[in-house]
């Protein structure tokens, strides 16, 4: 996988802070000066919907924002997995929150990381934040992008009526990046 180019798919239920994560990384891309395309998809239903974000970030303009293939998944649930886990490209990526996913998939063919995501946020205070623990994960294991930059982009895309959430929010992404560097009991990476 080159970690200047990702197809990245990030996908659970609505109320998951599924759409943020997306924006998020988006924002933190056009930080850092990098080419980046976000398209957001959810059901009708405004929470227990399904929602996903594809994100394209790349050193070279982008054509096109569609993608077949994804290098990496950020999936939230069972059923986000069942969906797109055929769709990664073989050799790539899936970070997967153990927390509400308990199968690793069939396919021999990709890296499966296994990360208890909401219940590392629930020790943080709040399951809402699990979303932040998975872009730690993607961070510490693609180094896509700076979690500097990520933090930056938090500062701006919070709404300032919602800024006491930031430290927290930074928190998260900080266990998601140790839990990743240190190898912890909550993280199982392996073959699928």
Known sequence: MNS?????IVAGFGGQGILFA???????????GREVTCFPSYGAEMRGGTANCTIIISDEMIGSPVVNQPDVLLI??????????????????LIMNSSLIKNLPKRQDIE??????????EELGSSQIANMIMIGALIAK????SVDTV???LEDIIS?????????NQTAIKR?????????????????
Do not use: W
């Open 76 to 93: 939230m649930n069972e059923a986000s997995m069942e969906r797109f886990v055929p769709k990664l490209k073989s050799g790539g990526l």
């Open 112 to 121: 499966a990381l296994q990360i208890d995501a909401t219940g590392m946020a």
């Open 176 to 192: 998601g990046l140790e839990g990743i560097n240190l190898n912890n009991t909550t993280v199982k990476s392996q073959r699928a």
């Open 22 to 32: 997306g924006k998020l990384l988006a924002y933190a891309t056009m930080l850092e």
């Open 4 to 8: 200047k180019n990702l197809k990245l």
């Open 160 to 168: 300032e009526r919602k800024k006491g959430i930031i430290p927290v």
């Open 151 to 153: 933090f930056n982009a």
């Open 142 to 145: 693609t180094g896509i992008i």
